[in-house]
């Protein structure tokens, strides 16, 4: 599976995003979709997932503010990221889990929150 992610730019804090990210490949045995982040100088960290199913979780520090959403006809997952904060401030990566070969990770998008 291979990933493309999308939407990633400057915003003031408070404002929004919307991230995409499309899957192309042996998409059919997916069964998962989600975002990880990584900010400058720290370890990369779960946002949120989405299952086939549509079940969702989040890490605590997005509760309330992003909601993770997904297209399974355009095999695309989407992160609406709300009341931004300059902490958000990471690249984002998209990631697949699929019941056929490795897990997936997309290039990156930067986000960046000014305060």
């Known amino acids: 599976v291979q990933l493309q992610a999308s939407g990633g730019g400057l915003v003031q804090a408070g404002g929004s995003l919307r991230l995409s990210c499309a899957a192309s490949g042996s998409t059919a045995s997916i069964y998962l979709m989600g975002w990880y982040r990584q900010a400058p100088g720290k370890q990369r960290e779960f946002v949120a997932f989405?299952?086939?199913?549509?079940?969702?979780n989040y890490a605590d520090s997005v509760k309330g503010r992003f909601a993770i959403s997904r297209d399974i006809a355009k095999n695309t997952v989407y992160l609406q990221m709300n009341s931004l904060k300059p902490e958000d401030t990471a690249v984002y990566y998209c990631?697949?889990?699929?019941?056929?070969?490795?897990?997936?990770w997309g290039q990156g998008t930067l986000v960046t929150v000014s305060s």
């Open positions: 990631n697949t889990l699929q019941a056929l070969g490795p897990p997936s």
């Open positions: 989405i299952t086939n199913l549509g079940d969702t």
